[in-house]
C-alpha cells in the first residue's frame, strides 16, 4: 500500500467543493438544513485517531510499559488512516462547497448559521485528515538500525 498524498486529498476536496456548490446553487431552497452534529462526532473521531497514532507509534518503536502490537493490527489501522483520509476529503468537500454557497447569503439569517455550520463541519473533516495522516505515519514499518550504518 503506498502512504497517501496530500495533494490528491487537496484535490479531492476541490473537486468536490465545486461539484456540491453547483448543485447547491440549483437547490438550496429544497434541502434541509444543515445538522450542527457533525462538528463533535467528527472532532471526536480526529480525537480517537490521533491518540490511535500516538500509541500505535509508541508500540512499533517499544517503547517502555508498551506491548509490541501485531503485524495484522497495524495493517488495519493503515486501512483505517487510508480510508478516514478519504472519506474525510469527500465529506469535507461536500461542507466547503456548501459554506461556498452560503457565503453569499450572510445577510440574511438562516444562511448565515448554515455558513458558520459547514465551515466548522470543514475544519472538523480537516482535523480528522490530519488525523489520518499521523495515524498512517505511524503505521510505517521503521528501518532497521542495523541497515542505517554507513558501508
Do not use: N
Amino acid at each position: 500500500m503506498r502512504p497517501t498524498r496530500p495533494a490528491v486529498l487537496v484535490g479531492l476536496v476541490l473537486v468536490v467543493a465545486v461539484l456540491t456548490w453547483m448543485l447547491v446553487r440549483q437547490f438550496y431552497a429544497d434541502l434541509p438544513i444543515v445538522p450542527w452534529t457533525a462538528i463533535p462526532t467528527v472532532l471526536l473521531l480526529a480525537v480517537g485517531e490521533a491518540y490511535t497514532a500516538w500509541m500505535t507509534k509508541a508500540r512499533i518503536d517499544r517503547k517502555p510499559d508498551t506491548k509490541p502490537i501485531e503485524p495484522m493490527a497495524v495493517a488495519r489501522l493503515a486501512a483505517l488512516a487510508k480510508a478516514s483520509a478519504y472519506a474525510g476529503a469527500m465529506f469535507g468537500g461536500v461542507f466547503a462547497g456548501f459554506a461556498l454557497h452560503t457565503v453569499q447569503l450572510l445577510a440574511r439569517e438562516t444562511p448565515r448559521v448554515e455558513f458558520f455550520i459547514a465551515t466548522g463541519s470543514f475544519l472538523s473533516f480537516v482535523a480528522l485528515i490530519c488525523a489520518a495522516l499521523m495515524l498512517e505515519h505511524a503505521c510505517r514499518v521503521p528501518k532497521d538500525r542495523d541497515d542505517q550504518s554507513p558501508k
